[in-house]
């Protein structure tokens, strides 16, 4: 099976109890689990991690080259401030797409502009957790 890497930043560890408001009840371990069984089901190897970490996030991104057809990145608030995600995404050879599980253009306005999307072949924005899995059918179309 092609190997996805599922990528999310800071904060996202704390999915279901940081602002529910915004981001929903369900926690990061639901998402991997919703994931990793949709991957199944489309012939798709989802492996997931999460880190606090700028630079962690960075070595993955480069550790990723040869290794898996595609990147599910939700940066979080990275998206905003990192050039270096962009950069290591920019070498990269296979599809990303990016996720944010709020609408980040009805939020402040810093949240508007994401350097990640300067790579991005799709950006989901506001369906919730949703966005994960429409992330990952659309790599397996782009994949096709």
């Known amino acids: 099976m092609d190997k996805i890497l599922l990528l999310n930043g800071p904060n996202l560890n704390l999915l ?4 529910p408001e915004i981001y929903g009840s369900e926690t990061l371990d639901d998402v991997v689990a919703s994931c990793t069984a949709l991957g199944v089901e489309l012939g798709l190897d989802v ?3 999460q880190s606090n970490h700028e630079g962690v996030l960075v070595d993955w991104i480069q550790e990723a080259r040869g290794v898996a057809v595609g990147i599910i990145i939700n940066p979080a608030a990275l ?9 290591a995404l920019n070498v990269f050879e296979g599809p990303v797409m990016e996720v944010h599980i709020s609408n980040i253009h009805k939020r402040e306005r810093f949240r508007h502009h994401s350097y990640v999307s300067g790579r991005a072949d799709g950006v989901i924005a506001g369906f919730g957790t949703d966005g994960y899995g429409f992330a990952l059918r659309r790599i397996k179309t782009l994949l096709a």
């Not at 279901?16 to 602002?19: A, C, D, I, V, Y």
């Not at 998206?79 to 950069?87: C, F, K, P, R």
């Open 16 to 19: 279901g109890q940081r602002q």
């Open 47 to 49: 492996h997931a991690r």
């Open 79 to 87: 998206s905003h401030t990192s050039v270096s995600i962009l950069d």
